[in-house]
């Protein structure tokens, strides 16, 4: 079912700080948190976490460079999250929210060891499907939460050849069938910590509203 995205709009709702460990598409992000009422600072200083309403991690690249890149940053993310503030990973950045990844055991980099702000694991589509998942795919809602609310049946745009595979049920938030009805929305049980597999800056107006939805929620805690 189709809905209307939200407007653009030059009222700032919240205060959000975008982390830049060197790998995220900082651009877009930026440009599409601002466009859903955020004002947004990016930073490579671990300690601008400390008094953030809410936190941006973007990603795009290989799990393993990306944990070693945000390694300063570790703490004070997990910090930001056991004290509830919003932490929203896109993209790779979702994938670093969960405990471990088999794309570093691919890549010969070992067991690295992820944020485990959501237990689970990334694993490599297996299903001889066409990797990496790249295009318009559809969302299909599984539980309530504020980031995927009027999302359902929606379309965003995806890069990528790993997904997610929490622990629990529970923190699948949106499915997406690819040969496989893989997450791809999740969210920890404390609801705060959050993350996307698409690119929401890159995904029109579905991706404008999940982006306003983040914002409104930093807004309300």
Known sequence: ???????PTDETLAEVVVVDYGLGNLRSAT???????????????PAALDDATGVVLPGVGA????????GPFRDRLVAAAEDGVPVFGICLGMQMLLTSSEEADHAGQGEVRGLDLVPGR??????????????????????DHPLVEGVDGEYAYFVHSYYAEPED??????????????????????????????HPEKSGETGLRILRNFVEYCAER
């Open 169 to 198: 049920e529970a923190a699948v938030l949106a499915t997406t069938d690819y040969g496989v009805d893989f997450p791809s929305v999740v969210a920890n049980d404390a609801g705060n910590v959050m993350g996307t597999q698409f």
């Open 122 to 143: 990334n694993v490599r589509f297996r299903g001889g499907q066409k990797v990496p998942h790249m295009g318009w795919n559809e969302l299909s809602v599984e539980r």
């Open 63 to 70: 799990f393993g460079d990306g944990m070693e890149n945000a």
């Open 1 to 7: 079912m189709s809905t209307s995205a939200p407007r």
């Open 31 to 45: 440009r599409g948190l601002e466009r859903a009422g955020a004002a947004v600072t990016v930073t490579d200083d």
